[in-house]
């Protein structure tokens, strides 16, 4: 038995695996703070607190002393600062944190070719434009600093005691050299931050700890359990779906959304704000676009009307599709396509006649019309696919996965076990650092499904439309 630890934004998700079939899963919820506008925080102690949670729950229904291997993976990006004696320094600075703006067009001054050397160029969600921010801002923390780590790697020091990350996790912060998959020293100095700070590198199957005896005192986990590097949850999130080989793609609906391909070479586009960063398994990359709200925006308005998200896609259902408002969902702002943290949400076309239904439809809408914009930035890249397929727990509504076949003009299909996702792929990735799967096993794609044709929706396609133009009207306005 394996099992996959999850790091997410609003939860932590733990599942229990023999790598095919999924024996136990347990969730425990976190929430994320914001002091100030635009910051977006959490603290770390609560994700060892809800991965204990987690875990106590698996404990219900199997034996942790079977378990052979542990998987990590995790929200990216997050900025966890540890001193000496690895004690945390301040609140985790998240992705979807905006206050980093100005250091973003520094360190572009600073180094030009950035785009190139870290696949993507700076936006304030990464970790290298935070640390720069820190300096500026806390220079009492960042004179204390002394390691770095990613949000499932400070879980993994809890566990194993080790400061190691993997390379796609890694590709998240700047400060990886994607080409050749090593720390960007150049990144590194023009980012405020030492190379001393940064953890060993792994990929994402190699073995690089196992559990210790103050970690099995905490969890209940046997000591000695081998624990891999595991992911960041773009990339496991693919290992879930056999997206290890290049050619296959596939969309991910969490409080973030992503539109994946994988590929076997570095192939940078920075202009779309695509990211173009190395894979957790060896000698592969992946391109994405990475859309800040994904399903978040669904949970939000659920949260505004006091209902579940459920009947928020219920009340969507039942929506005149002729009476629908203009919703932009840049909750947090956004970066792909647009490298835009200014912008925000609203309504537009708001009539005396509307109602909670045509507000829900809208949200819907616009969530699939992210995924629209994505696409298109991606050009002929995913148009060759035969498919993409659909993880995260967006994906649990049919109606919503039909509006972005729809809008995007792709075919969608929703995996067995989609709801897994990155959790699954930590899992897997451990099965493999145990060889209970090679990695060419890795790349065994699960069965679909529930297929999701585009039809035909000139409606749809107007919309869209007035989404696009709505965007642009409005990107002046700060």
């Known amino acids: 038995m394996f099992l996959g630890i999850d790091i997410g934004t609003s939860a932590v998700k733990v599942i229990c695996t023999d790598g095919t079939a999924i024996h136990a899963t347990a969730t425990a919820d976190l929430t994320v703070a914001s002091p100030h506008p635009g910051w977006s925080e959490q603290d770390p102690q609560a994700w060892w607190a809800a991965t204990c949670a987690a875990l106590a729950g698996i404990a219900k229904t199997v034996q942790l002393a079977g378990v052979t291997g542990i ?15 690895h004690q945390v320094l301040r609140p985790a600075i998240l992705w979807n944190d905006s206050r980093s703006t100005e250091d973003c067009a520094r360190l572009q001054a600073a180094l030009p070719e950035i785009g190139t050397i870290a696949g993507v160029l700076p936006l304030p969600g990464f970790t290298a434009p935070k640390l720069m921010w820190v300096a500026r801002k806390e220079p009492a923390v960042h004179a204390r600093i002394a390691h770095i780590l990613l949000p499932k790697d400070y879980i993994g020091l809890r566990l194993h005691g080790e400061l190691v990350t993997d390379r796609s996790d890694a590709a998240g912060t700047l400060w990886l050299d994607q080409g050749t998959r090593e720390w960007s020293a150049a990144v590194a100095g023009a980012s405020a931050t030492e190379m001393a700070w940064l953890p060993r590198l792994a990929d994402g199957h190699e073995v690089v700890g196992q559990i210790t005896a103050v970690a099995a005192a905490e969890t209940g986990l046997p000591a000695g ?6 992911g960041g949850d773009a990339a496991t999130g693919a290992v879930s779906l056999g997206a290890t080989e290049a050619g296959r793609g596939f969309i991910s609906l969490g409080t973030s959304g ?64 002729n009476r629908v408002p203009t919703f932009l969902p840049y909750l947090t702002g956004e970066r792909s396509p647009h490298g835009d943290p200014h912008i925000r949400a609203g309504f537009f076309g708001l009539e005396d006649s509307t109602d909670r239904a045509a507000l829900c439809r809208a949200v819907l809408e616009a969530v699939a019309f992210t995924f629209a914009d994505a696409v298109d930035s991606f050009g002929d890249t995913v148009a060759g696919l035969p498919h993409l397929a659909a993880i995260g727990g967006g994906s649990k509504s049919p109606f919503l996965l039909q509006l972005i076949a729809n809008a995007t003009g792709q075919r969608i299909g929703r995996t067995v076990g989609s709801d897994a996702g990155p959790a699954m792929g930590a899992a897997r990735l451990a099965a493999c650092g145990m060889g209970a799967l090679s990695l060419t096993d890795l790349g065994h794609q699960p069965e679909i499904a529930d297929w999701f044709d585009p039809t035909s929706a000139p409606d749809l396609d107007g919309r869209l439309q007035r989404y696009r133009a709505l965007y642009q009207a409005l990107k002046p306005l700060r």
Do not use: C
Not at 71 to 81: E, F, P, T, Y
Not at 225 to 230: E, R, S
């Open 225 to 230: 359990i081998p624990v891999v590097a595991g």
């Open 258 to 321: 992503q539109l994946f391909v994988a590929g076997d070479a570095y192939h940078p586009n920075p202009a779309k704000f695509v990211h173009a960063f190395a894979h957790t398994v060896p000698e592969r990359w992946y391109q994405m676009a990475a859309m800040l709200n994904g399903a978040r925006p669904i949970a939000w308005m659920a949260g505004q009307l006091q209902i579940s998200a459920g009947e928020v896609v219920n009340l969507a259902e039942s929506a005149d599709p």
């Open 71 to 85: 998987g990590l993976s995790g929200q990216m990006h997050g900025a966890v600062l540890l001193d000496g004696a």
